[in-house]
DNA sequence: AATGAATGAGAATTCATTCAT
DNA sequence: CATGAATGAATTCTCATTCAT
């Protein structure tokens, strides 16, 4: 909604990251333009640039900064459930727990940090798809763990992972906060699902 | 001046078809210019106007034939392993199957037919959205039967249904011809995850 | 409207003709598309070369066919009222009741005939420029031999004879079939109003 | 790059007006084209976005300035000589008077807004269609006073004034500065025409 | 004659970006 | 820090016209 005029200070670069996050999420990166967002947030389009550098730029801060704040978040979860990093089936329930509410409480966040990386140029790509790579190691060494130890049962741990991040991250695309299920039970069922889907037999 | 180079008859739309659905997967709707289409195609951009009416149903044209095909090819493959009807693992395992080789051979489309979504006019919108439900109930239903048959457990079919789905149709992303898995590997790994993910204890 | 297919021979032409008239005057020479034309007569585009040698014969050849059409009409008329040569008053009569018998039968030609002269290249301008004359020149005559004889007194016949022709042709502006006014009761009207404002004091 | 040439400010609408009303008047609505405008005004096609809403508003909005002066002028002209409000000849005669001379001083603007209605969109084509009946309804008062008077006569009030208008307007068409007659001749001629046309016998 | 597919130019409009004020 | 006006390139789409079939 539109500040009324002459918003300021940081106060405006939030309102134009909230806007264009919204943005970018109902009508995609180019579908989305600078006045479009600039009337969202009350201000003209050439006082943006006081704000962002260009529009590219403005689109690789979004999806860096929720790159960042999940691999923190979740270095910090992790951390914080240390004793279980040896037993991998713990660290999977703490992984799935963490991924599905860090995910639905940042559904549009999500949403374009994975569906635009094709609108980024090759070296904001790059690093882009760098920090994923980083997280999704995180699934794949837990799997392969598992697998090591024997608890999980998978012939190709990254395949493996790679589905169950599709599967957890999907969450986004259909969940709605007034729907049947809430985190918890998506959270329960989905657990059971990666948790049997791994197991080893016996 | 008249024609003097370029695509020709009836040729001319399937090589519109095959470049736009390239340029679509590879750029995005809205970032893929029909100047660009045209020059792939080796038209004017102007001639690209006899055979689509616009860019948004061309795209709708797309994504509307990708369900059409999949939903018949599903019919097919289904009625063909007829004696299974009434075994959900077996209609499970089929499912899989089928999915993942459909989706395989054809990851531009169903790139483009899902992740293209937000770039369809409501009225278009409404229609694909409802292929894709049946296509969804076709496994909600499979999921269903099997837990009134006590061999598939699972709190919330539709849920889980997505996830498999998530799972499978997500192979599209990562799939690479020449990489360290083929399609039968790859069928292998997510059945055996998929059913025991739904699987009933004991 | 559009007929069937493959309308044919100089049939084909007459409803080209038809159609284009009516386009141009209710959407103007410019804005009308022989797209449009060609839809509305039932052919494809291109078919219509055929019968036109192009869009601005094709509005060129209208105007002269109607200009032409208008002075023979009027040079019949006025034979036929050969004895009345001599009394302007009676001439004068005769030329509004015919101005306006045949304008407003012809109100679109005219429109068309009339507004489009702008949308002429100047070749064919010139050309319909100068039938116009001629027929101005008719009732400027008529006019001038009036004061000559001093049974009509105006300071300059010519803008008298404009002042004139704009009030007549001005009735396909507004007439209306259905209206409150026949052809009969407008020529009554119009005939006692310009024999009024030529005449002569006392 | 930023503006390095061209026109300035508030200045630039008022040239885009000018130039505008020129090329319209010459060429036509949809002959002419905004790149044209653009170019003579001396800014960027896109520049003219800074002032206008859109093609057809550009036009809507010179129709409408025009047609409102034309009313307030004829208010204030019809308000000053009060005194003769009782008197349709003298009404008449300042209505002829006034009328030429705000068109004649017009005539691009005159032309525009007489002979561009088609070329309005429904909703402005009703706007400027009853702004024009307000005006009408002027001439056609007059007209009907002086018959309830007894110093008019004619059958048709209402047809009557279509006629006298026509004619008055008409002058646009041929009225040349350069040319025979000035504002004043002709002002005299029709003024005495049009009483005569209306004039009750005796 | 009619068709369908082509051309190349041009239409209105929108875009990201710049910059003097 | 915001504004308003500018740029120049790009957008989708339409146009008159041509011509092999």
Redesign the pocket.
């Known amino acids: 909604m539109a500040r009324t ?6 106060t ?1 670069f939030e309102a134009i990251r909230q806007e264009g996050l919204r943005l970018i999420y109902e009508h995609g990166y180019e579908a ?5 967002l ?1 009337a969202e947030v ?11 550098r ?3 730029d403005f689109l690789f801060e979004l999806m860096r900064a929720h790159h960042d704040g999940l691999l923190g978040a979740w270095e910090e979860a992790s951390r914080a459930a240390e004793r279980d990093a040896e037993d991998p089936v713990a660290r999977m329930k703490a992984f799935v727990a963490f991924h599905i509410a860090y995910h639905i409480d940042r559904r549009r966040d999500v949403y374009v940090a994975n569906f635009e990386l094709r609108s980024l140029e090759p070296g904001n790509y790059a690093a882009i798809v760098e920090m994923r790579r980083r997280y999704e190691r995180e699934v794949i060494g837990i799997v392969e763990r598992g697998v090591a130890r024997g608890v999980f049962a998978v012939s190709d741990p990254q395949a493996a992972s790679y589905g169950i991040l599709a599967m957890l991250t999907g969450v986004c695309t259909w969940f709605h906060p007034e729907g049947r299920l809430g985190t918890a039970e998506i959270t329960e069922l989905y657990t059971g699902m990666v948790l049997k889907s791994l197991a080893a037999p016996g």
Do not use: E
């Open positions: 005029a002459g918003s300021h200070g940081p405006t989305m333009s600078l006045r479009q600039a009350g201000i003209q389009v050439g006082s943006l640039y006081n704000h962002i260009n529009k590219q």
